[in-house]
């Protein structure tokens, strides 16, 4: 067994790493660029080595850096956890001719595999199921359109080298395909410095089905069941479960065998996924066919973890270090159900714009991994930030991962929704409402997922999840409790207020276009009901926990001018909160109108202006592209809300531009 590793990578999965690495009496070396000098990942491992400047081009993608950095400390294999340099081929090459162990699959492994383009060929003379479409090198737009046009829409292009939800682009006609088919080059060439792109079938009703793969040296592969990742935004997961709610034992036999059979047919070794994509439209659920395979460890690998037992990390590095499997595929169980969300800092509240800067508050649920591959009393968190930190432009703006295990699917989702409402964040916007929102959504409940399930549940955005009747009542006992504690602290303040005037203890709670009578004497009733409501709150506190009716609430909490800001249950609740003999003079104040902000073109997130398709003077209409923006390695297309001309253009291409900087006005 290996004495030192270094890992390659940094974040949450660094950390992760690190911890197997601690529990088998493993030294570990990190290698950190100058956005991550005080991340926790640098402090919790053994020794760790400085390789450069932020940007990853720069630092965490040069494998000479990496390299030197193993022979300074005399480290004996690299972990690349996933992205970066995990799934390159002149990596692990030039760690094998140093004589350093890469705690991965073989070269030929991850080059067959690296290319979707041969992946597939590979996979069908496997005998695994493949989707339709053209798997070889596309000339121009022109020849794409012809393409698309022999396949049939709708198509997906996807460019050849491509990954976490970048370079693809769904066409629907030809005009998508002329519109997009040059940016998914760019994107392709950017991120991973190939511009290849192929062209196949998108499937209708699609699932995102995975099947985990785990073989060592010696000749034994094993599939360890599947996860489902079909909830995704931009073709980046966003939610990821284990086991799937549709697969059935015969049809995981099906597609683990075929999965296994591929593994083979290129000598894998260590931990990999095959992502098929399967037909929701096909209850039988014969219909699936390969996608790729991600050589290397799945970002939601601990929702396998969970349900298996099994910890990959643990696995991959007995596995470099030439142990055999210690057990065989009649060992592999599923125990439980465990599901995955990814806490990103994006805002769904404004499209889910990127989110950057600095984690003023950052309070997980539990503490970071900790009680095992299960987390303590069945909730893990995965993490690398902590409080004071920050999440970097530089970097994916994942926060967390939040991971649930329960005997049965509710129970772990309804896991995760009270763990969702215990996270406390600030500084940057977050999707941890999102999250929460899917959780409780009775599609998700149904277990009738696909791949358009954000896009059909949501197609006017995000704001909020939808709350009952009774949550609203609940809520606004909760804040006529609040409001009626921090009046007492406040007449208890010298020199304040009057120290024998009472505090109101007779409210109106207007919340969700409802208002709430909310009384405090004897009993607390809401609109002259009793409530049975237990609250532990203390003027000052930013997270309540309460009781009301039995029903138990995690409630974060925010003075506003009006009342009070709370968040539960996936969304944000604005209470307008008076005392009841003052809150009929509302009726008397004058609306506040917003202002018309249509005719500006404004910069949603921070990023870079790649082109700007209009000049002064010009006519635009309805829908027409009028600039693009880059923002995380992602192109962003800035249309037209309505018909104008435009009057004044304040940026160029090649500008960086902050959050609602004004690109150009309209008349």
Known sequence: MFKKILIANRGEIACRVIKTARRMGIQTVAVYSDADARAPFVQMADEAVHIGPSPAAQSYLIADKIIAACKATGAEAVHPGYGFLSERTSFAEQLKAEGIEFIGPPVNAIAAMGDKIESKKLAKEAGVNVVPGFVGEIEDTEHAVRISDEIGYPVMMKASAGGGGKGMRLAYSEKDVREGFEAVKREGLNSFGDDRVFIEKFILNPRHIEIQILGDKHGNVLYLNERECSIQRRHQKVVEEAPSPFVSPEMRKAM?????????????????????????????????????????????????????????????????????????????????????NRVYAEDPYRGFLPSTG?????????????????????????????????????????IAKLITWGQTRDEAADKQIEALDRFEIEGLGHNIDFVSAIMQHPRFRSGELTTGFIAEEYPEGFSGAEASDQTLRHLAAIAGFVMTARSDRARQVSGQLDSELEPPYDWVVAMGGKAFAVSLGEDVTVDGEAVDIGVSYTPGDRLIEASVDGVNYGVKIEPSRTGLRLTSHGAIHKAQILPAALAPLTAHMIEKVPPDLSKFLICPMPGLLVSLNVAEGDKVEAGQPLAVVEAMKMENILRAEKSATVKKVNAKAGDSLAVDAVILELE
């Open 256 to 340: 683990g065998e075929q999965c296994v059979a591929l593994a083979k047919a290129v000598g894998y070794f260590s931990a990999g996924t095959v992502e098929l994509i399967v037909s929701g439209a096909d209850p039988s659920g014969k219909s699936f066919y390969f996608l790729e395979m991600n050589t290397r460890l799945q970002v939601e690998h601990p929702v396998t973890e969970c349900i298996t037992g099994i910890d990959l990390v643990e696995q991959m590095i007995r596995v470099a270090a030439g142990e055999k499997l210690s057990f065989g595929q009649a060992d592999v169980k599923i125990d439980g159900w465990a599901i995955e």
């Open 358 to 398: 600095r984690l003023v508050r950052y309070a997980p649920p539990v503490p970071g991994w900790e009680g095992g591959i299960r987390g303590v009393e069945g909730v893990r968190i995965d993490d690398g930030v902590m409080e004071g930190g920050e999440v970097s432009m530089f970097y994916d703006p994942m």
